[in-house]
């Protein structure tokens, strides 16, 4: 119930730009654009967004950061734009979001906290994107993916210093935050309380006036919601797809190169083995010298280990080289130089002295070359078809460098060139109910919305087999429809605008005289229009609850009312007003061994420490002090949206 409230009041996109301290690094290498473009050197109003203590936020970070923001929220909604991101105060929160980091990193410095080098390069060789083949840091491929995207080492060891910081002041503020029991025995009888009242509704269409505005009543009307009509992007994109047949025929393997091929891969067609094994380590050498003497007597291992006070262990299937990576080569030996059923040892390891019996020996023979000729061929024909595929991409990524066009590359590979209608980042095509792009564009169309018009490109649609060769060939940018092209819509919408002020009207005088003591249907009927029948309620907390993230406005009104009120709600869409009137509460009863108690502590120390960090990062504004550069915001908001 606390977080249904809580996301009840959150803003639409507030969890996307939420406050990231050390998860900012990743998601900027995970795909996100965070390229310097530069092109905010020189805004106007100057280019400082704002100063925190000693520490300025250039417009050129805020342009970045706001960038970085829409497109994690690409992420779940492809068809955000920057410019319903502006709309929805994103770059507000971007700012809120930039300002609290440098005020906790600075406010740590203040209490003597460091983020060294050593931790930075912990942190910076625990990024997957940095990693190698064999799993480790591989710096050369750090600097590349930097370079890519257009970062350096130095601002990414600041983001993760300053990251560190917050992590180290923000951790103790809200660990193991409680709330008192008392509190939280009243809160879970608030949860099973139950509540009746009524819930009645004056709708906007009937007091909409019949006729349509003027012209100059609709041009007011839409330069006062233009940003409720505003577009996603569309593009119309052009493809062609071949198969592996446009590579022509290529040649078998020869001999020679399959017989290379297996010299090369002896190790993979040598004879190999696998032991199941048992085995019991303990600390000291006599007491594994007295166990095996016991086992030597007929005594099972483990039943042997078990009158000591120890367990054995399964280990395998497993290799020789495994076994001597995971132990040792003296563990391996005797492992794998004793016959089945027998125990071998003591051997030594780190862990200490090793028994080891074998379970099972799984011997695989060596191949030889007949057995694999057809494999190492096949293998061969798919390298060469792929270095074939690589070949023609090159050749047609190098014509396209030089002017060549989409029909040109269709031509030369046989296939034919077809369009869609305009699409949306989605993959849906605008104006229809449902209807997506063809399926062989699924892979295509998130780069096909990053291209510019006119530059085709190459991809694979099932790898070595079939492609797609494909461009933009008209991009419409996200913007507020026309108000010609949407002059219905618009007129309907002006309609329940006027409807909605007039039965605002109507519901304060429904509202006044059920405060005086008047039910809600004669109070309605007092209006003498046709109104739908109120609704007597009877709900408890628990059974809204039950209705997850869906709880319907009047019902969340009715649980945050005082006994024997009455208020007044918009309904969504401008389609009118609620009259909420709660009439009894009946409180909720709770035992001390009520299993709902726990939940509702965790539920509440989580909501607590949350508390606790927003006010501690307010109190850190305050206590290092921030300016805003509102010309410079205003400069950056402009720009980003597409203005001078």
């Not at 051997?347 to 000729?373: C, E, F, M, N, Y």
């Not at 849906?428 to 063809?438: H, M, N, S, V, W």
Request: aromatic share 6%; charged share 25%.
């Amino acid at each position: 119930m606390i977080q249904l409230i809580r996301k009840l009041l959150d803003s639409k996109i507030g969890v996307a730009a939420a406050l990231v301290f050390l998860g900012l690094i990743a998601l900027a290498f995970a795909g996100i654009d965070v390229s310097n473009s530069g092109m905010f050197g020189g805004v106007a109003g100057g280019d400082r967004a704002a100063t925190v203590g000693k520490v300025k936020i250039t417009t050129s970070e805020l342009s970045r950061a706001a960038s970085r923001s829409v497109e994690q929220v690409r992420q779940n909604q492809p068809t955000m734009t920057m410019q319903i991101f502006l709309e929805q105060n994103g770059l507000d929160q971007v700012l809120d979001d930039l300002i609290d980091r440098y005020a906790i990193a600075e406010y740590g410095k203040q209490l003597g906290l460091r983020a060294g080098d050593r931790l930075i390069d912990s942190e910076i060789a625990n990024v997957p994107a940095f990693r190698g083949a064999d799993g480790n840091f591989d710096n050369d491929l750090y600097r590349q993916v930097l370079a890519q995207q257009g970062l350096n080492d130095k601002l990414v060891r600041s983001d993760i210093g300053q990251g560190l910081l917050a992590q180290q002041v923000l951790t103790p503020v809200a660990f193991g935050a409680v709330m008192p029991g008392d509190l939280v025995e009243r809160y879970t009888a608030l949860l099973k309380e139950t509540r009746k009242g009524t819930i009645a509704v004056i709708p906007s269409e009937t007091y909409a006036p019949s006729a349509n505005p003027t012209d100059a009543q609709l041009k007011t009307y839409y330069d006062a919601h233009k940003s409720d009509y505003i577009r996603p992007e569309r593009r119309v994109i052009r493809y062609a797809v071949f198969g592996a047949d446009a590579l022509g025929d290529l040649r078998a393997p020869t001999e020679a190169e399959i017989a290379a091929r297996f010299k090369r891969d002896a190790a993979q067609y040598a004879a190999s083995e696998k032991r199941s094994l048992t085995q019991l380590i303990v600390p000291t050498e006599a007491t594994a010298k007295a166990i095996l003497a016991e086992t030597a007597k007929g005594t099972s291992l483990a039943a042997a280990a078990k009158g000591k006070g120890l367990a054995t262990t399964s280990v395998g299937p497993i290799a020789r080289q495994a076994l001597s990576t995971q132990f040792s080569k003296d563990v391996a030996d005797a492992a794998f130089g004793g016959a089945k059923g027998a125990i071998s040892g003591p051997v030594r390891s780190s862990l200490g002295w090793h028994l080891i019996r074998v379970d099972a020996v799984d011997g695989t023979p060596a191949k030889t070359l007949d057995q694999v000729r057809g494999q190492i061929a096949s293998d061969l024909a798919a390298e060469q078809r792929r270095t074939a595929v690589m070949d023609l991409a090159s050749r047609l990524q190098d014509e396209f460098d030089g002017g060549s066009s989409l029909a040109d590359a269709a031509t030369e590979v046989k296939a034919k060139v077809n369009e869609t209608r305009p699409l949306t980042a989605d993959g849906a095509i605008y104006g229809t109910r449902g209807e997506k792009a063809p399926e062989v564009l699924t892979k295509a169309i998130s780069t096909a919305f990053a291209m510019e018009e006119a530059e085709p490109q190459l991809a694979e649609i099932d790898p070595g087999k079939t492609f797609i060769i494909f461009d933009v060939k008209d991009i419409t940018p996200s913007a507020a429809a026309p108000l010609d092209e949407i002059k219905d819509t618009l007129n309907a919408a002006w309609k329940r605008d006027q409807g909605l002020a007039k039965a605002k009207e109507a519901a304060d005088r429904v509202l006044a005289a059920m405060r005086k003591g008047t039910s809600a249907a004669k109070a309605m009927a007092a209006e003498k229009k046709s109104f739908p029948t109120p609704d007597r309620i009877s709900l408890n907390r628990e059974q809204l609850t039950q209705m997850g993230e869906r709880v319907p406005a009047p019902l969340a009104l009715l649980f945050s009312m005082a006994e024997g009120t009455v208020k007044r709600l918009e309904a969504p869409r401008q389609m009118g007003w609620f009259i909420v009137q709660l009439d009894n509460i009946e409180p909720g009863k709770v035992t001390k061994d009520d299993p709902m108690l726990a939940n509702v502590s965790r539920e509440l120390g989580s909501v607590t420490e949350r508390e606790y960090e927003q006010q501690f990062r307010s109190a850190a504004r305050a206590e290092i002090g921030v300016t805003r550069n509102d010309a410079a915001i205003r400069a950056v908001r402009t720009q980003l949206g597409g203005g001078n």
